[in-house]
């Protein structure tokens, strides 16, 4: 988007290609021709509903969504959070208050169980860290969702709750004899002590005796389903945290928790967030995320795959193929010949789309640019207006009233330049508009610049906004 407004700005043709596996596209953008890139956009990509990738999953794809999120909050989010308590406590705890919700409230418990229940100093921490965390996952969450809703549940119409696509899922037990639970637990292990500072040992590294019987040490507690557990199953839904009336007094307790913790850390200690890295098969990242989710898969009878496939589904790779990249290099340079000729109608460029895997192939004229009128005025987004001379704002508010339009705020780059609704703003009005651009946008204006560009937003006579071009002022 940022290479369709540069190209806009500077009235430059941009022919945009690309491919996706068997799919390929091309599209041209010529100025004043054709439509702007940004004009159109894809619709968005569908996504699995947040109930059925945390609850109710019913294919791999889910189980890898979730298990790239848990990745993602356990090893990154969630360090990277208490580093930003431990580097500014007061300043952190300013925005928790401030945000007051239950997204707040959950960053505060997680990283209070961060630094406290969950802190690791020793490699045998990490493993009763990951072995617990197995057990949470795979074992005590299925137990809770299937006492909060058992095999033969109802719908509030009568069907059966566990009908298709939804899956009926069964706890697994933890044996160090499996290797993929074992290697899980290892690479969970690692990847935690990275985030601690905690040295490796070298048997960890692959499963072994002496891993088993690190893992087996750890006490597992006994798991009792509770009454009263609420379990999102919403599709609509966007957030599995529950808002709470009292969100404001919950987060004063765990401020108070959080700094009482905080004054028994080491003196400079700090946590090293993990970044997802696919493409690194020594980093024990595909590891942890393949095992998440053949862990989740098994929970819900759905078949497992290998940590490659893992890694195309989680990594989202899409494979590149030869064919389609040469139809779009081809095609695409064959509208470059146009563009450069020059000359040429809109109905002689064309755009294309084709999937060779069907086979498809749609080509058509580019779409011309949208329209803006006012009065015996037309412009595209395309088209800019200029004004020459040294001007003040209240010179460029009265040009603008003879083309029947009243403006109402004007801003160069980010900045507000005047607008209508403050009263302040007024005393501006009489001073030149490269002026008021220097002082508050803070905008340079070298001896060899001629001009500024100017945002105005406008409305007719009749109260209905306008969308007009970009204002170029040439002071010079």
Known sequence: MYIDSRCVYFQKPLLESGTLGAKCNTQMVIPHLTENYGASRDPPEKQAPMCTVHSFPHNID????????????????????VNGFLSNPSSYVSAARTAGDAQARDQLEHVIECLDGDKCETFQDCITWARLKFEDYFANRVKQLTFTFPEDSMTSSGAP?????????????????????????????????????????????????VAAEAVDKVIVPEFQPKQGVKIVTDEKATSI?????????????LIAKLEAISKTLPSGFHMNPIQFEKDDDTNF??????????????NYSIPEVDKLKAKFIAGRIIPA?????AMATGLVCLELYKALAGGHKVEDYRNTFANLAIPLFSIAEPVPPKTFKHQDMTWTVWDRWTVTGNITLRELLGWLKEKGLNAYSISCGTSLLYNSMFPRHKERLDRKVVDVA??????????????????????????????IPLVSVYFR
């Open 62 to 81: 889910h189980c890898l969504t979730w298990a790239r999120s848990e990745f993602e909050g356990l090893l990154e989010k969630t360090p990277t959070e």
């Open 161 to 209: 709750f566990w009908s298709a696509p939804k899956r009926f899922p069964r706890p697994l037990e933890f044996s160090s004899t499996d290797p993929t639970q074992l290697n899980f637990i290892l690479a969970a292990s690692i990847l935690r002590a990275e985030t601690f500072g905690i040295p490796i040992p070298d048997w960890a590294k692959t499963p072994n005796k």
């Open 241 to 253: 945290s529950s808002a709470s009336v009292d969100d404001a007094a919950v987060i004063e307790e």
């Open 285 to 298: 990242h595909m590891d942890v995320i393949a095992g998440f989710a053949n862990m989740r898969a098994r």
């Open 321 to 325: 193929i030869a064919t389609s990249t």
């Open 438 to 467: 220097r002082e508050v946008a803070k905008m340079e204006v070298p001896s060899y610049r001629r001009h500024l560009d100017v945002v105005v937003a406008c409305e007719d006579d009749d109260d209905n906004d306008v969308d």
